[in-house]
């Protein structure tokens, strides 16, 4: 499915939501319910000692990559679905030459990680195939974040709403939207400057980067960055605070985060449609919060597009 959005609205649009993923709410499944066998963990164990070891070490423990085995791990990866683990595995490893595992080998290698991470084995082994994403893994609880001391001060945010979103999410998003254009896929490392390109923030990047590592990286500066949002003390380019505790303005943002999130996992799963897909969440997700708080009407000619309205509900 093509996107309805163009790179040209995305500028014109970010700030917003609408944003729902229900992968895990169709999950049937979890990993505690023995999904794999230890012969293919066995498999695994072959293949990983091969490909995985120089990387993450004998014992999944990490090393020049991070651990694939503890409660960091699991934490790092709740709730999400066995697909988006397969996906990544599949896709993006061995680091050194990614895309050459086959669909089997990546169940084989996650097989192997249940393993270590003692979860039971069970009497079917775990396919590639659609009944990865109705399997959820589940990760130690989460403990509460603990509070900032009193004694450590916090600046106040140097950059103004509009510099935040023209420094940081406009160019993310547009990079994303850039996909429908061009195929990341085709985009290789080595790009110079003066020459032709759909995914570049900045000529060293393009220089270094292949297309899907950019689009990756764009859509994880979408996710992180949403929250600067909400930074306390933060003023719109017009001066007024930006409403930071109002509750709709929170929902905007949480929206806005998921929609990063989901073009991560559409990302990693190296499939262009699947991005141009949620490129129609990005553009949701602004446009949502602009209707409410920047594409405000009464404009003068001084100032057409109201921006002494913005941030005021």
């Not at 679905?81 to 895309?99: F, Q, R, W, Y």
């Not at 930006?242 to 929902?251: G, L, N, S």
């Not at 985060?257 to 190296?270: D, T």
Request: proline share 8%.
């Amino acid at each position: 499915m093509r996107s309805r959005c163009t790179p040209a609205l995305a500028v014109a649009a970010l700030t917003l939501a609408g944003v729902t993923w229900t992968a895990i709410a169709q999950t049937r499944s979890t990993i505690a319910d023995g999904v794999y066998t230890g012969v293919q963990a066995q498999r695994g164990k072959t293949l990983y000692d091969v490909q995985c070891l120089p990387c993450h070490g004998p014992a999944l423990a990490g090393g020049l990559g991070p651990p694939l085995a503890g409660a960091d791990f699991l934490r790092i990866w709740d709730t999400r679905s066995l697909a988006d683990l397969v996906d990544k595995i599949e896709h993006t490893m061995p680091a050194t030459n990614p895309g050459t595992l086959s669909r089997t080998q990546a169940a084989d290698l996650v097989a192997l990680m249940l393993q270590v991470n003692s979860f039971k084995a069970g009497s079917t082994e775990l396919r590639g195939d659609d009944t990865l994403a109705q399997i959820s893994i589940v990760g130690p609880a989460t403990p509460p974040a603990p509070r900032a001391s009193a004694s450590v001060p916090i600046a106040p945010p140097p950059g103004n709403m509009a510099q935040v979103m023209r420094g940081i999410l406009f160019p993310s998003s547009n990079l994303l939207f850039n996909v429908q254009n061009a195929d990341p896929g085709e985009v290789k490392v080595g790009w110079q400057p003066g020459g032709p390109t759909n995914f570049s923030w900045v000529d060293w990047g393009a220089g270094i980067y292949a297309g899907w590592e950019l689009v990756d990286y764009a859509a994880i500066a979408l996710a992180e960055s949403t929250p600067l949002l909400l930074t306390p003390g933060r003023r719109c380019e017009n001066g007024k605070p930006v409403p930071v505790e109002r509750a709709d303005w929170v929902a905007y943002t949480a929206e806005l985060a998921e929609a990063g999130r989901a073009a991560y996992r559409a990302s990693q799963s190296r499939d262009r449609d699947a991005v141009i897909e949620v490129t129609n969440q990005i553009a949701d997700a602004c446009l949502h919060c602009h209707e409410v708080y920047r594409d405000r009407p009464g404009g003068t000619a001084a100032d057409p597009s109201n921006k002494a309205a913005r941030c005021v509900p």
